[in-house]
């Protein structure tokens, strides 16, 4: 039998990004000024991001070379494995091959740092002393906390009130990593006082924490902010991912026919699956799978339109689909992919045909994990189970058709810092949220006219 | 530069345990029969464990086959990486050369199923429908559910209340992987419901749970009880983890000066340091540190005699380091090392002055800890950290007079599910308690005079 995992030596490490912009058959509409609704200048992202992110933002390049002190970072943990599922097969009874990329080995035990290490190092480069940033689960934030720490950085974490209650573990590892952790809305910002005095006892919001972390970088001059998806460096970052991949599959003489990761701002899902969109436009047939939760369908219910990135309105206007930056998602335990956007690039790529999307429900997306975890072992995600429920339903179509195909997905973190949510699918205090649709519909109402 | 992660590939997996019993200069004190002072029979313990597993712990036979449906689950995780902590080493401005195996990797992020994972598999063999054990923190219990749930037995864990409350996390674990979990003591067995009438309030301990659990077996036909560290087969199972360190040493071309384990019951610091004894006892000069907390420094401190392994006086007499069956520790956070004795084989090499102790104070440990996560990544576990701060005081000394030591150090497990301690590090609420001498004095007197 083969080797379960796929491995590359550190000397197999990706040298450069890859760049999906280089590639598309038609291009990314781009983002507007919401003042003059005119495209955006890259001038005017400088005061809260460094001109070389900036510059790989609009970049059409097809390879962006690594720095060398991001790849040393990197290679803490990458490049990672890419395992065949042998026991999930097993039990599922399916002729299908699965494969799944492990992103979890990282410190932060997720895809999140991909992004993390490189947007630190580029602000250190160019004299940043500080950087801020907004966290609901924490998956980000902690990423953001190691990578700054790794830079000699300071770290300034605006996390959702109620997460910062509920999952004081991510916390703590922010915490480990020498990052400052506030419950937002604070009293440290403007935007936050006036959140507290309009709303006395809101839990908060990735809407307000996201001003919060916008309004402190641009108040304080060695101070920048990062965001953790939907923005097009983001994505180019995370497609070591996918890069490590297809030499991978190459090593086990395979090639994916399905592509699945879940998607909330769509970071993960990009990094995984854009390296072989090139594949795709030159005819090779391969289905390439977004999932997204039923209770915040973005892709597969949404308008694709121009709308702001937060709830308020500080962001420049993005042509995505969207539910409406004023729209609020169910509490579900994926709270990465309750996001009322989708980033532009997997919008374009959803709009121009080349991707699909498919909406699921939490509990078959828990009942798929747990599967995950007495077959292949770790407990992933919420975010994650997503992605592993839509393998499942396509290796039991396989099973009924009799088809070898070969499966593929991105297992972006673990779980052990959600464990709670499986405590509640065990006490069967999780509910299925139907798809707010009377809600969406007066969110759509405030999404600018504009594009 | 060196890849910093030496691997093996699959088909270099370990296929014999190395029992360290073959190379003993002086054979291991017997167990014996606490009524009659007599050498224990085999027999004698076959109520609570299969015949499979008391002829490994009574073996002289220096290799022992792992049967191949161990070895598949085993290649879940294994090989683990033996890694070059770079970092580590730079941030401690050390000549010394600092490598550690990483056993964290484990689906439930110890080394604990390397045992679980063979005696679930040999219990199955003997027809054993249903296993029991206790745990403190939870590792064992989780390692032990993950175990059980691959070979289709059922788990019953009996977790110390006062954990079963603090750590819900951990039985979380327990619960995706199908154990049954109930805080100790419970009403369901004999001896658990006269604890709670003696002690109405009790928070439990590892004592009574022990007892709760071996009781249930020895009345069940169909269930076993199993052990997590301290016997001489668990130690066996664990030895994969220095049989592939030498392996990845020989591949780097280098070779452990100091080798170093942290030591509660003695599993994870004989699996990675017994298959390097043999050389030691041909002349090769490495010293070989277990290390254990000053609140509990059974091998520092305490005296060679036998006693009881646990606080009911249910078990065989010992011969080890012990600081007397009715000691409880300080409520120091590396829960796995508060135990009262030691494995009568790693204290038998202790005897013979092949193995060496330190005692560490906790805070000092939790600082290692977070410079080892600082620099290399991974949050250690709270015992894990107690074998980081040894290997930074032998680096420092390699500092001060130049020796580039080669220092090696198990791994032994993540701290994902531990952070609440690291929260109590960081709001100074951690204190370091001194050696409890007078507990010790008193607790000495209950040890039985024989031997």
Not at 184 to 212: H, K, V
Not at 240 to 260: C, H, N, R, S
Not at 417 to 444: G, Q
Request: charged share 25%; with cysteine; proline share 8%.
């Amino acid at each position: 039998m083969a080797d379960r995992r796929i491995m590359l030596s550190e000397k197999e490490m990706i040298q450069s990004w890859y760049n999906v912009a280089a590639d598309l058959p038609k291009p990314l509409a781009p983002p507007l000024n919401p003042g003059t609704g005119e495209p955006l200048t890259p001038d005017a992202l400088k005061p809260i991001f460094p001109m070389s992110l900036i510059m790989q933002e609009v970049s059409t390049e097809r390879w962006i070379d690594i720095p060398d002190p991001i790849k040393e970072v990197l290679l803490s943990w990458r490049p990672t494995p890419l395992v065949r599922a042998f026991n999930l097969e097993k039990a599922l009874g399916t002729p299908a091959r699965i494969y799944y990329k492990n992103e979890s080995l990282s410190p932060p035990g997720s895809h999140k740092p991909n992004t993390a290490v490189a947007q630190a190092y580029y602000n250190k480069q160019e004299g940043i002393k500080r950087i801020t940033t907004e966290t609901g689960a924490g998956q980000w934030g902690s990423a953001l906390a190691f990578a700054c720490n790794k830079f000699d950085i300071e770290c300034m974490v605006y996390m959702v009130r109620v997460s910062f209650e509920q999952k004081p573990m991510r916390k703590s590892l922010m915490h480990v990593w020498n990052a400052e952790v506030l419950p937002s809305p604070t009293d440290q910002t403007n935007c936050g006082r006036a959140f507290r005095e309009r709303f006395p006892n809101t839990t908060g919001s990735l809407g307000m924490a996201i001003s919060e972390a916008v309004e402190d970088a641009a108040t304080h001059d060695d101070t920048n902010y990062s965001l953790g998806s939907v923005l097009n460096h983001v994505l180019l970052h995370q497609t070591v991912i996918g890069l490590e991949a297809k030499k991978q599959f190459e090593l086990a003489g395979d090639y994916p026919d399905i592509l699945i990761g879940c998607a909330g701002g769509g970071s993960n899902f990009s990094g995984f699956t854009f390296p072989f969109v090139p594949d795709k436009l030159k005819g090779k047939e391969i289905r390439i799978i977004a999932t997204e939760p039923e209770a915040c369908p973005t892709l597969t219910k949404g308008p694709f339109r121009y709308d702001f990135g937060d709830t308020g309105k500080m962001t420049p206007l993005l042509k995505m689909y969207t539910l409406g930056h004023i729209f609020v998602p169910p509490g579900i335990h994926a709270g990465g992919l309750r996001y009322h956007g989708m980033a532009p690039m997997v919008s374009h790529l959803k709009d121009l045909g080349i991707i699909e999307a498919m909406a699921l429900h939490q509990i078959e997306c828990f009942e798929a994990g747990i599967l995950f975890a007495q077959t292949e072992g770790t407990i992933p995600a919420p975010e994650t189970n997503h992605a592993i429920r839509a393998v499942v339903i396509e290796a039991l179509k396989c099973k009924e058709t009799g088809e070898e195909k070969c499966i593929a997905f991105n297992f972006s973190g673990h779980g052990h810092l959600d464990l709670s949510a499986y405590d509640k699918y065990y006490e069967k205090d999780l509910e299925d949220y139907e798809y707010p649709e009377e809600k969406i519909r007066e969110a759509l109402k405030e999404v600018p006219e504009i594009g």
